[in-house]
Structure formats: structure tokens, C-alpha cells
């Protein structure tokens, strides 16, 4: 992924692992969130989706 990304933009997505464990978690063993997980994880989705648009607009034209 690094030959085709710059690491600054897969980096942040590393952060996601343990809401994907959590949503994992809940979905498939049917586990109870308590709020503090739930709040935790929409402030991490959150923070990586401002990272990625802010990323995204200050990208420079790709080359052709």
C-alpha cells in the first residue's frame, strides 16, 4: 500500500483496528458497548475522516 500511498495518509487508518475489533465484537459475539466505547470509537472514525478529506484537498494534481 506504502508504493502507492504516502505513509502519513495509511497511518491514521491504523487507528481503526480496535474499533473494528469492537464492532466485531458486538456484531458477531453479540458483547454489550459501554458508552465510553462508543463515544471513543465515533471520535476516532471522526478524526481519521477529517485527516483523510483534509489530506485529500491538500493533495497536489496527480502527475501524468
Known amino acids: 500500500a506504502l508504493s502507492a500511498f504516502d505513509a502519513a495518509t495509511v497511518a491514521p487508518f ?20 459501554t458508552p465510553a466505547e462508543v463515544t471513543g470509537s465515533l471520535l476516532i472514525v471522526a478524526g481519521v475522516f477529517i485527516h483523510v478529506v483534509g489530506t485529500a484537498r491538500r493533495a497536489p494534481p496527480p502527475l501524468p
Do not use: W
Not at 481503526?16 to 453479540?30: R, S, T
Open 14 to 33: 491504523s487507528l481503526m483496528i480496535p474499533v473494528i475489533g469492537l464492532a466485531a465484537g458486538y456484531l458477531i459475539f453479540d458483547e454489550r458497548l
